[in-house]
């Protein structure tokens, strides 16, 4: 899937903060993406940066299936914006993510879906993943997670594969379709989903907003507000 590299994301940081490594800095900076580490099939993610990288690959259109990402280490964001893993049925997670009970923490995501951003983008799944299909995640912790997400147009998005005026959010993951949810924790953490009156539903979850022949075994959420 890769060779080694560096490529700059739009993932920008939301305060001031300093690294070892220089990943994360200032405001309106941004994270550059840098391509785990492959051992067969396996990708080893032991710092932020490795995870803009996933999430740019499923924007790009791989999903990731036959692939494991393992967690090596607590991943800190330091406040930085995320973007969802995967946002439409056409551009989704499909892998396995394996967080070794590690944590990944401290970042936050909106969206918001007006007259424009529903016709000229597909995107209105707000989450860690945003979509997830035939994918497991599993032995992970999620802290100080904060994800927004409305539609105040009453528009349809015929762009998207997803119902186009529904909105979706979940700390976990905001969409997602024949997929496995194992022994995962998410603690204080925030998601808040809205529709206006002339839009479609709003679908909210401290783990999945909105699950479909899925399955979940030891899933929790601890001083948890979902909206």
Not at 6 to 27: F, G, K, P, R, Y
Not at 36 to 41: E, G, H, W
Not at 68 to 75: A, C, G, M, Q, V
Request: charged residues 10%; contains cysteine; hydrophobic residues 35%.
């Amino acid at each position: 899937l890769a060779q080694m590299g560096e490529v700059q994301s739009s993932i920008l940081v939301a305060s001031n903060t300093q690294s070892s490594n220089n990943e994360i800095s200032l405001l309106s900076e941004t994270i550059s993406s840098t391509i785990p580490n492959l051992t067969d099939t396996t990708y080893s993610i032991t710092k932020p940066s490795e995870l803009v990288w996933i999430s740019e690959k499923v924007a790009a259109g791989e999903t990731f299936s036959g692939y494991t990402i393992e967690i090596k280490n607590d991943i800190d964001f330091n406040g930085a914006i995320w973007d969802s893993i995967g946002y439409n049925l056409n551009n989704y997670f499909a892998g396995t993510f394996n967080g070794n009970n590690y944590s990944v923490k401290n970042f936050v995501a909106s969206g918001s879906v007006d007259s424009f951003t529903i016709i000229n983008s597909p995107r209105h799944t707000v989450g860690f993943f945003g979509v997830c299909s035939n994918a497991v995640i599993k032995n992970v912790v999620f802290e100080g997670v904060t994800f927004n997400i409305k539609n105040e147009s009453g528009y349809s998005n015929s762009y998207s594969s997803i119902n186009g005026t529904s909105v979706y959010g979940g700390i976990v993951c905001g969409y997602a379709v024949n997929s496995e949810f194992q022994n995962i924790t998410v603690r204080n953490s925030s998601v808040e989903v809205y529709t206006g009156s002339e839009a479609g539903y709003a679908y909210a979850g401290g783990i999945v907003g909105y699950a479909n022949q899925c399955n979940f075994e030891y899933c929790g959420n601890e001083n948890g507000t979902v909206k």
